[in-house]
């Protein structure tokens, strides 16, 4: 196994495994080292997602955020995968080291903002350990930590030459404005044409907001008409909640939809609120402006280094062609010109026709690649062909700014709301054998860290977690209460159990620390141009060219999604002759000129560096930049 250091990203801090204290260092990079940080575009980096309250418990004075009761009103509970389990900040900055092990050079962390703690009641009653009920989008919640704890963790970070993406949220606050039509039941979607803006309770209902031109005149002067919000439901904010959120503007009601639930179709998917989560009326230049104001707050006060966008495809894009901009603006301002937004366009399907509507109208930068996901889903558990991955590709032309958008999308294979890839492949192949299973996790991870995008590692994979969706696959890296948490194999190992899960000997971890050391030492696997050498109708090869940027050297990627071997040929350019392994048992030289023969073990793959080429007869053979 080659030494994880990641030296060859510039602006990177070299750092080694270790499974030593916590280290709580929280100097800050200077002159031309942050300037080389600042200077790596997306594409650059290896990202890991983790979830704080699941990942490390730095401080257990602040388990309860300072709200006395029980876990009913402070949300606690380490025993119940619903509730707050003690993971924060502190902790994450005590394991700073363990990441950069992993070869991450880039964390997105969840909603660190402060959250109504406890939604819901009896069996329906669970906590905000996740982030996404937020009540205040200025401070730190409490159960994380402090203002300063952030602050640390991102001087931590960067000290390391490590960048901070933080998760934020804009369709919808906590659950706090109620509905008097429906006080002990969901508020069914009531659509504009029924319940039009200039009428109370219904077409026939009294005039009201007298002159309003609805919500597609995004104007101030037209939104000042809009003073009442009881035009489809009476909403209304419980006693004693008038001042719940922050900043103040939030309280008021009429900055919010108020139509009912979301039935994720038509108008009501921008317009209703999700399980009554508080939606809001992003087409109002007041929302539009306070969230400019509120995000850009959090570049000025942190120096963070970019956005994943919760529930991206919610908001309308009129929202997102002001937001967008303006970040960037403030991002550039503040001295961080690749500022990386992303937005969640979640899908279960491949695709990226309709992701690419989101970079194309929506205008968002880029999106996280849920078509990505599906494709090696589809083609690594399910058992289709490769020619899907061939598609996947092809249709990289569709998103606005074509191949050079597609290579800043954010590419995954687990996360934590469709569950693990694991857990997908256990699916798809109940009574599969526990090296078949690793082999095919191993694989999908290649995939990931080799193939164009900006890829994200989801916390825990590297420990062999195997969790499903929601709940099941939100782990506890540290010692966990929750039964079904701790009667999880570990893929690799087959351990279980209710101990710490830092280790960086097992199987897994391995692989993808190999992975990421791989991607983040050759720029072809970072920036380069990528091109489909070989693809079929049924599970095997599939294999790319990816080309250095400067030297236009190559590496050919193949994998192996069938579980018998291949052998066969495979198209190079032409000036591509002597080959060094990456990985796997590469031929030293091309069979032909333009033709290198492969053979790859069952669920194997390869990774192949061509000897630099002239530029004037690699380039035509490869096909246009």
């Not at 908001?315 to 992303?342: E, Y």
Request: include cysteine; proline fraction near 6%; hydrophobic fraction near 40%.
């Amino acid at each position: 196994m080659a030494a994880l250091i990641l030296a060859t990203v510039p602006g990177l801090a070299v750092a080694s495994p270790s499974n030593s204290s916590p280290n709580t260092a929280t100097s800050h990079l200077a002159g031309p080292n942050l300037a080389a940080l600042r200077d790596r575009a997306p594409e650059d980096e290896v990202v890991y997602f983790l979830l704080p309250d699941r990942f490390a418990n730095g401080d257990s004075a602040n388990d309860r955020g300072g709200v006395a009761g029980d876990r009913m009103l402070n949300g606690f509970d380490p025993s119940d995968s619903g509730f707050y389990h003690g993971g924060d900040l502190k902790g994450a900055i005590g394991r700073l080291d363990y990441i950069q092990s992993l070869g991450a050079t880039a964390i997105w962390i969840a909603p660190i903002f402060r959250n109504k703690p406890v939604q819901g009641s009896g069996a329906h009653a669970s906590a905000a350990y996740h982030g996404y009920w937020i009540t205040d989008f200025t401070h730190v919640d409490p159960h994380l930590g402090t203002d300063q704890d952030f602050a640390a963790l991102v001087q931590a970070a960067h000290a390391r030459g490590m960048k901070v993406i933080l998760d934020v949220v804009i369709n919808h606050t906590a659950d706090v404005i109620q509905y008097r039509e429906c006080p002990r039941h969901p508020c069914l979607y009531r659509s504009r044409a029924d319940f039009p803006y200039q009428r109370r309770g219904g077409v026939d209902g009294t005039p009201i907001n007298t002159g309003f031109e609805g919500d597609a005149v995004g104007s101030i002067a037209n939104f000042a008409r809009l003073t009442r919000p009881d035009y489809a439901y009476t909403p209304y904010v419980p006693a004693g909640e008038e001042h719940e959120k922050a900043p103040e503007w939030l309280n008021d009601p009429i900055y919010y939809h108020n139509r009912g639930d979301t039935t994720f179709s038509g108008e009501s998917a921008t317009m209703g609120d999700f399980g009554g989560l508080d939606d809001l009326f992003t087409e109002n230049p007041r929302v539009i402006q306070g969230f400019i104001d509120i995000y850009g707050a959090w570049i000025d006060r942190y120096g963070i280094d970019g956005y994943r966008i919760d529930t991206a495809r919610h908001v309308d894009p009129a929202f997102w062609n002001a937001f967008v901009p303006a970040i960037l603006a403030r991002a550039k301002a503040d001295g961080i010109p690749n500022f990386h937004i992303f937005g969640e366009v979640n899908i279960d399907r491949m695709d990226p026709g309709y992701l690419a509507r989101y970079t194309q109208v929506d205008r968002l930068p880029a999106v996280l690649d849920f078509a990505f996901r599906r494709a090696v889903i589809d083609t690594v558990a399910d058992g289709k062909g490769t020619e899907e991955l061939a598609e996947l590709f092809a249709d990289d032309a569709l998103y606005r700014g074509g191949e050079k958008t597609a290579h800043q999308l954010t590419t995954f294979i687990s996360n934590h709301d469709n569950g693990r890839f694991a857990s997908l492949v256990l699916k798809a192949l109940p009574g599969i054998a526990g090296d078949e299973l690793m082999r095919r996790v191993i694989l999908a991870h290649a995939m990931l860290l080799t193939l164009r995008g900006v890829p994200a590692i989801y916390y825990g994979d590297e420990q062999g977690f195997s969790g499903g969706e929601d709940r099941a696959g939100r782990e506890d890296m540290f010692v966990s209460g929750v039964a079904s948490y701790n009667e999880e194999h570990l893929i690799g190992s087959g351990v279980s159990g209710p101990g710490e899960h830092f280790g960086t000997d097992g199987p897994m971890f391995r692989a993808i620390a190999e992975l990421a050391r791989l991607r983040t030492s050759q720029a072809a696997l970072t920036r380069g141009r990528q091109i489909t050498r070989a693809s079929q109708d049924q599970p095997g090869i599939f294999a790319v060219s990816r080309f250095d940027p400067d030297s236009d050297r190559e590496i050919v990627i193949a994998f192996n999604t069938s579980t018998a071997p291949i052998h066969r040929n495979v198209q190079v350019n032409v000036g591509s002759r002597d080959f060094t392994a990456l990985h796997g048992a590469c031929p030293a030289k091309a069979t032909a000129p333009g033709s290198l023969t492969i053979d790859l073990p069952p669920l194997g793959y390869m990774v192949c560096a061509a000897a630099p080429a002239a530029r004037n007869g690699s380039r035509s053979a490869a096909g246009p930049a």
